[in-house]
């Protein structure tokens, strides 16, 4: 079954392809579905068909009941496998925050414009992003409905950089969510939400100065040929630890599960012999989060050398659920096994009084969308991950320059769908997160997972600036866990939380959290 709607002069398209369908027109023919860019019901997976309906509801009603409304689309695959660059649990939270960006910016819009949310599947591997390019670029015309921005990308891939860049060369300024690759920039328009590889190591290297351990320590990385991400953390490791730590030797590889050319993720057993050949009480750990539950379960059956804690260190946006699972929570302990994670949101925002600025916000419109969406809101490993809370700052950030831009700009009837988007992305740039004499941030985001902003003069990759990097230990000790038993972690960073591209945090950074 397909469907079409035709919105303001240019056709977006709604499929629910079977297999064997064939595809009308404005449609193209990848993976086996009919794909396009669609503000309408729409649905590539079954788990997501909630989620999209209720966004179709809400794009819906701004058409119908809005003064003026502006465009953004969420450029993200809408099916997965094994095989992916998202898992489907991913796609599921980061698409929930994403709507409930949309329904926080659109109650709070007063006489200013509401946003619609384009939903643009760009494939399981991200690989299809061609088609969405091209109908976005016809969008980008719209001067009654314009395409300010796009906010997604589930992982830092060369399909992911090809995309930003193609973006970039139609004016299109993009924000990436849980984008870490620090070499992922296209030229000033690709804002990230997230530390990157960069600043995560550079946390834990305070860490580790305060936490040395007397112990060798080795690398463990996925050496996937087309995985930018860990191509890039791998780098950034060997930058900061190479020569202290000789891990050119001290090193074992595997490729990875995800992404083209996957390999036999089980496969372990070398660097776990290596490990065990030295007394190491260190691992770094380079890969993605859903091949490393296989590596502890390895170390934890056969670490044997030594008898001492073995550290895993490794950097990600949260704390996904399959690295807290009971089994292996167990299997942790009783090897004493601990993983150090340097995270962008720390799990335990929903249950402390002590959180982010805007972390309120964010969880009463998540909570509505999530339950709406036939979600159980009250599944603690719904936020674990931390992808709710990044999509929604990416989608919030954009809305948020948005409401500046028209504020200043006024209801100018002759203002093009360009200049809107330029005045959006220059609001953008100048979300400065600085505090002033009386300690507030003038103009900066004030986001779900805390209060940052951007500055090209010091972060040329429009890299976020004044982002706190969490570290927290898991599983934690027993004199260190609270409320929720055996899932809690325990923080272990330093006294002043490391900042984003600040020098001097204590001075200059919000201290919202």
């Not at 119908?64 to 939270?93: C, G, N, W, Y």
């Not at 109650?107 to 949310?117: D, I, N, S, T």
């Amino acid at each position: 079954m397909l469907g079409l709607a035709v919105l303001a002069g240019v056709l977006v398209a709604v499929a629910f392809a079977t297999r064997d369908s064939e595809c009308s027109e404005g449609l193209q023919q990848v993976e086996e579905s009919c794909m396009g860019v669609s503000a309408e019901d729409f649905a590539y997976d079954g788990e997501l068909r909630g989620l999209v309906r209720s966004i179709a509801e809400e794009n819906n009603r701004v058409a119908k009941e809005a003064e003026s409304f502006q465009r953004i689309a969420v450029t993200m695959p809408f099916s997965s496998d094994r095989t992916s660059a998202m898992p489907l649990d991913l796609i599921q939270h980061g698409l929930a925050g994403a709507a409930a960006a949309q329904r926080a910016a659109n109650e709070a819009a007063g006489g200013g414009p509401e946003h619609q949310l384009l939903l643009a599947d760009i494939g399981r591997g991200m690989k299809e992003w061609k088609p969405v390019v091209k109908t976005l670029g016809q969008l980008k015309g719209n001067d009654d409905s314009p395409l300010i921005a796009t906010a997604g990308l589930g992982s830092s891939t060369s399909y992911s950089k090809e995309f930003i860049e193609a973006l970039r060369a139609r004016d299109i300024p993009s924000m990436g969510p849980v984008i870490t690759s620090s070499n992922m920039n296209a030229d000033g328009y690709f804002f990230k939400n997230s530390p990157s590889n960069k600043h995560f190591v550079e946390a834990l290297d305070e860490w580790l100065e305060d936490n040395p351990g007397d112990g060798d320590k080795h690398l463990v990385y996925d050496d996937h040929p087309k995985d930018t991400y860990s191509l890039n953390l791998r780098q950034k490791i060997e930058d900061s630890f190479g020569d202290e730590y000789r891990l050119r030797k001290n090193s074992s590889s595997f490729i990875g599960g995800r992404g083209e050319e996957a390999g036999e993720v089980r496969l372990f057993k070398t660097p776990v012999a290596d490990i065990c050949k030295s007394p190491v009480d260190t691992i770094f750990y380079v890969g993605r989060d859903d091949d490393l539950p296989l590596l502890v379960e390895e170390l934890a059956d056969s670490y044997k050398c030594g008898k001492k804690p073995l550290r895993i260190l490794k950097v990600g946006i949260g704390l996904p659920p399959e690295l807290t699972d009971d089994d292996l929570t167990k299997q942790m302990r009783e090897a004493r096994i601990v993983l150090v994670n340097a995270a962008a949101v720390d799990p335990e925002w929903p249950r402390e009084k002590s959180k982010p600025t805007g972390f309120p916000r964010f969880s009463k419109y998540f909570a509505t969308v999530a339950k709406k969406a036939g979600m159980d809101v009250d599944d603690p490993e719904l936020l674990d991950d931390g992808y709710a809370v990044m999509y929604y700052d990416a989608v919030h950030t954009v809305t948020e320059a948005s409401g500046h831009a028209f504020a200043e700009a006024g209801k100018d009837e002759q203002k093009t769908a360009a200049r809107v988007r330029n005045n959006v992305r220059n609001k953008l740039l100048n979300f400065k997160p600085y505090r002033d004499s009386d300690g507030r941030c003038g103009s900066c985001v004030t986001g779900a997972s805390g209060t940052y902003g951007f500055n090209q003069l010091e972060s040329k990759g429009l890299w976020p600036v004044c982002k706190a990097v969490h570290i927290l230990e898991y599983p934690a000790p027993k004199a260190a866990r609270r409320g929720d038993g055996e899932r809690s972690g325990k923080r272990a960073g330093p006294a002043e939380l490391y900042r984003t591209e600040s020098e001097s945090p204590a001075d200059d950074c919000p201290q919202d959290e």
